[in-house]
């Protein structure tokens, strides 16, 4: 994996991360959603510069290898 690569998938992780604890309480959930404004423009940027935009199922395979446990197996 290139370091752009990993960037961009460890960029989606801190998003995805962010994005779980800001919705964790629907009752919270107002105050905390323009928080993900600074970790979606990183993925973005992230995404762009390793040239995975649109490229998703090779992007998801980085993910994967960062993080197994996001394979969607429930396992």
Known sequence: MRNDELAAAQAYVRLLEATRAALSDPDDAPLYIPLLA???EEADGAL???GLSGNESRFFG???TLHPRMSGSGR
């Open 62 to 64: 980085l993910v994967r």
């Open 48 to 50: 762009r510069r390793a």
């Open 38 to 40: 600074a970790p979606i």
